[in-house]
């Protein structure tokens, strides 16, 4: 099995603060792999040495192939890169601004242009390629942005929270794209603080301090919980969660929406329990039902576990 992606022991300090702490990994070719962490984590450190910007403190890799301490030009040329605050030229058109990068990776002549119109189709943005870049909507630059980090067809993309910031329904758009990419036989690699977006993911890292705390499919990482989540439903909401979340039994207390996620010991009586206590203190209507866990039940748990 040949990977896209692989390090070992990755480390980087600045001064002697550690952003990136001995993290290994392997990404397969065609993966759609998604790296979980909240602010500071790491995330973005971790591409930039991915991506031959930056050179690790410690540890090795390899990224299509080349080393990512001696390799970081060839890198640099056979990936596509899509940073956290992607930088497109406002005066330029969309379509300037696809013949300016593609010229970057030394496009030229018919094939430039044949990409450039490809480019333009997959993202959706032929009706306002001539227009410049500060009158498109933030959705439609962030497509544009996609379009310029692939404009020279590479086999790996890295995505740096491409998606934070837009709706929920470019979002979703955005997503469509990346599937795309992925039955073309591109690996992607994509960071991301959304939890529904990473469910997406073929397999996801979750890193909080630099660290690497879980990797898996988003199934496995769910079936694999060792809680029991159950929600809960009751008037008095906040009254009723200062209340329960006192007790032993109660692992975890999180309000989801209009409920309360309560994560208790594999086998316990829960509802017995929940019982006893609301006939105490006088609660009558509730409503408690065990649901499966979602990866923001194991997000919680291990971010307050590991200090994220
Ligand atoms: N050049 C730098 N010099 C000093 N500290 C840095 C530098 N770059 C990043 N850091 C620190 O390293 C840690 C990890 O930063 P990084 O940008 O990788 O986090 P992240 O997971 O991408 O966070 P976010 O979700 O906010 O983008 C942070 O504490 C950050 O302040
Ligand atoms: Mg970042």
């Not at 301490?69 to 406002?90: A, C, E, N, P």
């Amino acid at each position: 099995m040949e990977y896209a992606v692989e390090v070992s022991n990755l480390t980087k300090r600045f001064g002697d603060f550690t952003a990136v702490d001995g993290i290994s990994f392997a990404v397969k070719k065609g993966e759609i792999f998604g790296f979980l962490g909240p602010n500071g984590a790491g995330k973005s450190t971790t591409i930039r040495m991915l991506t031959g910007i930056l050179i690790p403190t410690e540890g090795s890799g390899r990224v299509s192939g080349f080393d990512i301490i001696t390799g970081q030009d060839s890198i640099k040329k056979s990936i596509g890169y899509m940073s956290q605050r992607f930088s497109l030229y406002d005066d330029l058109t969309a379509r300037e601004n696809l013949n300016f990068f593609g010229s970057i990776y030394g496009l030229d002549g018919a094939a430039l242009v044949e990409r450039i119109d490809h480019v333009i189709v997959m993202a959706g943005i032929a009706g306002m390629a001539d227009r410049q870049v500060k009158n498109l909507p933030a959705g439609i630059k962030q497509r544009l942005a996609l379009g310029a980090a692939i404009i020279h067809d590479p086999p790996i993309l890295f995505l740096d929270e491409p998606t934070s910031g837009v709706d929920p329904v470019m979002r979703r758009n955005f997503w469509d794209l990346i599937y795309r990419f992925s039955r073309e036989g591109k690996t992607i690699f994509v960071t991301s603080h959304y939890m529904d977006e990473v469910e997406n993911c073929s397999r996801i890292i979750l890193i909080i301090s630099g660290r690497i705390i879980a990797m898996d499919s988003p199934d496995n990482l769910k079936s694999s919980f060792p809680y029991e989540v159950y929600s809960l439903n009751v008037e008095h909401l906040i009254k009723i969660f200062d209340h329960i979340s006192r007790f032993p039994f109660v692992q975890e207390a999180a309000v989801f929406g209009s409920d309360i996620h309560i994560l208790t010991e594999k086998g316990y009586p829960l509802e017995k329990e929940i019982k006893k206590i609301f006939k105490r203190i006088g609660v009558k209507k509730f409503r408690l039902e065990r649901v499966p866990p979602t990866l923001e039940d194991v997000f919680v748990v291990n971010a307050r576990k590991f200090g994220g």
